[in-house]
T-cell receptor, first 114, second 111 residues
């Protein structure tokens, strides 16, 4: 089946630094990728929708300047958490849409900001 | 705005039992409904996807049903095993491209 690779799996960083998370569709072209965030004991929440070659669409309440999304090709989308703070510590997951139907998910990235 | 709820929030059963997880959604105009499994510290695994025109899908010991008119979906797990322990999430897709997730049901299957 389709595979989505997400790196890194976990990252610990100091407050104020920036962290980049990569999401790659390995064996299919994903015209749309999605970024989710999950805080402990809460449901997964959509952060933004990323279409190849265009600006990402952010959900209400998600800061565009803080969470930079780049979707440079049909197989790669990146999420950069800029000037990370402890409240940004969360589980981030990407997913890629195959034929605009079934979603395939990355393995997630656990971010801990000290 | 679509809202998705799941009952129960947590469930603990002895191995071998058949069980049902419930998912409700407020907007019946869905494109499809999907069930996921989430293991601690890991990404979501898609279990079953039910298109809006379908009433159920089966995969192994899993069976998911969809009743759009009542805004409900159920996930039936037959002969539960300890390896089934995880959090199960349902998600309703209204626009064909993203999902509204429920809060999940945390399942523990005791050996």
């Amino acid at each position: 089946g389709a595979v989505v690779s997400q790196h890194p799996s976990w990252v610990i960083c100091k407050s104020g630094t920036s962290v980049k998370i990569e999401c790659r569709s390995l064996d299919f072209q994903a015209t749309t990728m999605f970024w989710y965030r999950q805080f402990p004991k809460q449901s997964l929440m959509l952060m933004a929708t990323s279409n190849e070659g265009s600006k990402a669409t952010y959900e209400q309440g998600v800061e565009k300047d803080k969470f930079l999304i780049n979707h440079a090709s049909l197989t790669l989308s990146t999420l950069t958490v800029t000037s990370a703070h402890p409240e940004d510590s969360s589980f981030y997951i990407c997913s890629a849409s195959l034929l605009n139907e079934k979603l395939f998910f990355g393995s997630g990235t656990q971010l801990s900001v000290l | 705005k679509q809202e998705v709820t799941q009952i129960p929030a947590a469930l603990s059963v002895p191995e071998g039992e058949n069980l049902v997880l419930n998912c409700s959604f407020t907007d019946s105009a869905i494109y499809n409904l999907q069930w996921f499994r989430q293991d601690p510290g890991k990404g979501l695994t898609s279990l079953l996807l039910i298109q809006s025109s379908q009433r159920e899908q089966t995969s192994g010991r899993l069976n998911a049903s969809l009743d759009k008119s009542s805004g409900r979906s159920t996930l039936y797990i037959a002969a539960s095993q300890p390896g089934d322990s995880a959090t199960y999430l349902c998600a309703a897709d209204n626009y064909g491209q993203n999902f509204v997730f429920g809060p999940g049901t945390r399942l523990s299957v005791l050996p």
